[in-house]
């Protein structure tokens, strides 16, 4: 069964850190293009960042800067380090597939399977 599983949401003060790891089971992921997104209660799920097989990385412009995507594929997971949280960073985060670079490129939801379940993410005082 192909899945994988998100971890390492929180609730966090603006300003500070957290780091995601989406892990796969069922496949290999060196195989595969990934993508970080989110979606906030109300909104639609965005793109917020992705890698592709080699390295290659992209990412929303609100959190360029602030978040770093990686992969280690010797342990079949996709990290997003994320500094200087803010609110507006509230969501919950999913990870998800996909075998095209334009895809990646362009990051949006209809383009990507294999969907994990979330993690959620909270930026508040």
């Known amino acids: 069964q192909v899945q994988f599983e998100e971890t390492g949401g929180g609730l966090v003060q603006p300003g500070e850190s957290l780091t995601l790891s989406c892990t796969a089971s069922g496949f290999t992921l060196d195989d595969y293009e990934v993508g970080w997104f989110r979606q906030a209660p109300g909104k639609e799920r965005e793109g917020v960042s992705c890698?592709?097989?080699?390295?290659?990385?992209y990412y929303k412009d609100s959190v360029r800067g602030r978040f770093t995507i990686s992969r280690d594929d010797a342990k079949n997971t996709v990290y997003l380090q994320m500094n200087n949280l803010r609110p507006e960073d509230t969501a919950a985060y999913y990870c998800?597939?996909?075998?095209?670079?334009?895809?990646?490129?362009?990051?949006?939801?209809?383009?990507?399977?294999?969907w994990g379940r979330g993690t959620q993410v909270t930026v508040s005082t």
């Open positions: 890698i592709r097989t080699d390295d290659v990385t």
């Open positions: 998800a597939t996909t075998k095209s670079y334009i895809a990646c490129y362009r990051g949006l939801t209809e383009d990507f399977s294999s």
